[in-house]
Nanobody, 116 residues
């Protein structure tokens, strides 16, 4: 079965950095684009970054462009989100997602808190 496990969240000061990881299993990881979303309590889940199956193309939400970088290692079945210059408004639970055969699969999320 498809499984996505996020890690790397935590508490960081404004201006700091974090690297999130999402380990995938149960499907042919290198065949699929991957996405990172985030959600603040009481708000809709927001698409943060996307990467194609080969990793050659990426897209970002305007709010994170120039600060976040999505990447993947198909040999390790893992997608990453490097987050720099973090702001308090980046505080959220971050999820990775794969869309496969008409179904979205989500991880359990990893919490990021940006606060002094």
């Amino acid at each position: 079965q498809v499984q996505l496990v996020e890690s790397g969240g935590g508490l960081v000061q404004p201006g700091g950095s974090l690297r999130l990881s999402c380990a995938a299993s149960g499907f042919s990881f290198s065949w699929y684009g991957m996405n990172w979303y985030r959600q603040v309590a009481g708000k809709e889940r927001e698409l943060v970054a996307s990467i194609t199956s080969s990793g050659t193309s990426t897209n970002y939400a305007d709010s994170v462009k120039g600060r976040f970088t999505i990447s993947r290692d198909n040999a390790k079945n893992t997608v990453y989100l490097e987050m720099n210059s973090l702001k308090p408004e980046d505080t959220a639970v971050y999820y990775c997602k794969v869309f496969r055969y008409g179904t979205s699969y989500w991880g359990q999320g990893t919490k990021v808190t940006v606060s002094s």
